[in-house]
């Protein structure tokens, strides 16, 4: 992509990664809310109206922000960094996952196999680094491993990865999407462009994706129980794969480091994109074997006095909170709480009430959170301004055999910059205590 005029909206990581990546062969304008941050954009030109080829914006920022709705009725393109992403490689490996959870270990651990089993890989997008430098970078015969937010999906025109993985798809970002049905479009995105040389894989253990699967031709699926058609599954405690009709032992479920069934899914979807991307089965299991997950997300902490703590920061939404419960059979002192996207709790109280010991909220929407888990049987709730002091009290609170799980439902955003900033200073408050 050269000589074309750009206005990069909003300077975060994205629209830094753009300027990286495109700023030396194109003529390139900046804007952002604040005008502080864009001493980040190295004096680049501020946009004042000027005609330009298209818009590359920050992914969060919604479409009916600011100067977009008058961009776009000039129709002058808005695009996510993934479509320009697509546009400028030479890479014919695109690997997109998305869902509402899950979708970064999936990300993580789909890359780790790829290394593992000798392939050029690269990973970004959602998760690391902005993906457009790395897709600058990319050889045709490498592999782009992109974890896709539905706020990417929203604006894409091209994008075509050779590997699609649906997670799950789930209640998220209302706020920004305005309605359920809104954002599972802006999900079901990443494989609109595919044809029949591709690969979508869908997890049908979710009851909305094995709807949508029925609808598809040729979808490859994902589940805990067996399947008939190609895909992988697991039967009992052993994990297999199914291609062209053939069934393929991988590995048992024991010999996996990662906990909960949904860890299961996951390592099944991220192993069907590997083998069919030419990973032999013995270093997929390899693989697996030593595969200990990624920080934030269900990340095993310390235990003091008996009581196993557990870092899940990354449980940004009721359906994660959910999951995380479901890996535990023993009382969980849950820390939950923060910025308020609209999420709906209730059904995640309705079915954990019986094994969450005591609940302990901060944040913007620990009011919230606390009418709604009383009124589905929540029996010990405590409110606290902050993080540190609901930490503090839970661990008072537990006794030996306890889990203390910070699973926050909600996003950081009220409080702390992001989720792994949360994260952090939840297990530095941990590991004082063990000191």
């Known amino acids: ?14 629209g830094l990664s753009a300027i990286d990546a495109l700023g030396d062969e194109n003529t390139l304008y900046v804007y952002d809310d604040d005008p502080s941050h864009l001493d980040l954009a ?6 004042d109206g000027e005609e330009v080829d298209f818009v590359i914006k920050s992914p969060s920022i919604p479409l009916d922000h600011g100067m977009l709705p008058e961009l776009a009725e000039r129709n002058i393109p808005i695009l996510s960094d993934i479509e320009v992403a697509y546009r400028i490689s030479e890479c014919e490996n695109f690997l997109a996952i998305t869902g509402t959870n899950g ?8 890359y780790h196999l790829l290394i593992d089993g000798g392939k050029v890989a690269y990973v970004g ?23 896709c937010s539905s706020f990417q999906l929203e604006t894409i025109e091209d994008f075509k990865p050779k590997v699609a993985i649906l997670t799950n798809i789930t209640e998220d970002h209302l706020d920004h999407h305005k309605s359920v049905d809104n954002y599972r479009e802006c ?34 699926v994902v589940s805990t129980t067996p399947i008939q058609q190609d895909g992988a599954y697991k039967d009992g405690d052993k994990l297999y794969l199914v291609h062209g009709g053939e069934t393929i032992y991988l590995m048992d479920r024991d010999d996996m480091l990662l906990v909960g069934d949904h860890n299961v899914r996951n390592a099944l979807e991220a192993s069907l994109a590997a083998f069919l991307m030419g990973v032999d089965v013995e270093s997929i299991r390899n693989t697996l074997k030593t595969y200990r997950g990624k920080n934030h997300r269900m990340e095993y902490v310390a235990t003091i ?13 009721p359906d994660s909170t959910d999951v995380a419960l479901a890996s535990f059979s023993r009382p969980v002192r849950l820390l939950a709480g923060g910025y308020d996207k609209g ?16 609940l302990y909220l901060f944040g913007e929407t620990k009011n919230i959170i606390a009418d709604e888990a009383k009124g589905e049987g929540v029996q010990k709730i405590y409110l606290f301004e902050t993080m540190e002091e609901a930490t503090e009290q839970a661990m008072r609170d537990a ?37």
């Open 1 to 14: 992509m050269k000589n074309k005029k750009i206005l990069v909206y909003g300077m975060g990581k994205t």
């Open 42 to 47: 190295e004096g680049l030109p501020v946009y």
């Open 103 to 110: 979708k970064t270990t999936v990300t993580d651990l789909l």
């Open 125 to 147: 997008g959602n998760i690391g680094i902005g993906i457009l430098p790395i897709a600058k970078r990319a050889g045709k015969d490498d592999f782009v491993v992109i974890e």
């Open 187 to 220: 999900k079901k995105n990443i494989y609109k462009n595919q044809d029949e040389d591709d690969y979508l894989i869908l997890n049908i253990d979710d009851p909305y994706l094995a709807m949508t699967g029925e609808e598809l031709e040729s979808p490859l």
């Open 305 to 317: 006095e008996g009581v196993d703590v557990y870092n899940d920061s990354k449980g940004t939404n």
């Open 343 to 358: 999420s709906d709790f209730k059904d995640l109280f309705n079915r954990h009430h019986d094994g969450i010991a005591a």
């Open 399 to 435: 006794v030996e055999g306890d889990i203390v799980l910070l699973s926050p439902a909600c996003a950081s955003w009220d409080q702390f910059k992001s989720y792994e900033e949360r994260g952090d200073q939840f297990k530095a408050l941990i590991l004082e205590k063990r000191s």
